[in-house]
């Protein structure tokens, strides 16, 4: 297994795309940051922000690390989904004919990948916001502004987004179709339902709203104060999506011929 599963890693990181990704994760991370920096404490027709100075600001801007879940489903859907593009999916399963245990590899490798891009990002903010909260006055604090929960949050978020893609690239198994999936739904439809504090008791139970819960941000910016669940319900919610679309990858990749 773990043979398997470095062959997996192997595969993704001697490829140029797994930089680009983190790359483009830590520029639109930052980008965020600058507007959050920027519009710190400003009022916005009724609605503020914390100012920067704040513990209510760094909880803010350090989930704000959780964005880059879209870029490890990417990066899942690609693991799947290239093996059927490339038609390399042949040679894998002649060499591993088990086909669950070629699945589990994947698995295991995007749990691997999102946990080191968690990382990265989590380096990232801590550069960006400590400096912001500190050179504004403030005394940034790890237990006031829920650092390690919410590191944590951000952890199993991004493990667990990759699994999301993994299982997402084996149903659609089409690339292109996949990697707009992945976008459509994590920049529209968990965007609308997760955004909108009227519809977050149908957003509290998409995996982007089990984030937040296990993130349990609960910060009230003016648009209403979000119902979401408690943490350890959004921790089981969010494992329960990881393990639905391992199943899916697993039960699609299995039944189905792969020309």
């Known amino acids: 297994m773990s043979g398997l599963v470095k062959a997996e890693l192997r595969k993704l990181f001697t490829t140029r795309l797994w930089w680009i990704m983190l790359l483009v994760m830590l520029v639109l991370v930052g980008v965020g940051i600058a507007f959050l920096i920027a519009f710190a404490g400003v009022d916005q027709n009724g609605s503020a922000l914390p100012a920067r100075d704040t513990a209510e600001w760094a909880e803010i801007a350090w989930s704000s690390a959780s964005s880059g879940g879209i870029f490890v489903m990417i990066l899942g859907v690609v693991m799947m989904t290239s093996e059927y593009r490339y038609q390399t999916i042949t040679g894998t399963f002649l060499t591993t004919p088990r086909r669950g245990l070629v699945i589990a590899a994947k698995v295991v490798a995007g749990l691997v990948v999102g946990a080191l891009f968690a990382v990265a990002v989590l380096v990232f903010q801590a550069v960006t916001v400590i400096p912001a909260v500190t050179l504004s006055g403030g005394e940034f604090s790890l237990s006031a502004s829920r650092i390690p929960q919410i590191s944590l949050g951000v952890l199993v978020t991004l493990a667990l987004y990759a699994v ?50 296990l993130m ?44």
């Open 164 to 213: 999301f893609g993994i299982g997402l690239g084996a149903l659609v198994r089409n690339q292109i179709a996949g990697i707009v999936a992945a976008v459509v739904w994590a920049y529209v439809i968990e965007g609308i339902f997760t955004g909108i504090p009227a519809l977050h008791s149908v957003g509290k139970w998409l995996p982007g709203g089990a984030a937040q819960a």
């Open 216 to 259: 349990s941000i609960d910060v009230d910016t003016g648009l209403g104060r979000p119902e979401w669940l408690p943490a350890w319900a959004g921790a089981i919610v969010l494992v329960g999506y990881g393990l639905l679309f391992a199943a899916v990858a697993t039960g699609t990749t299995v039944r189905r011929d792969i020309t």
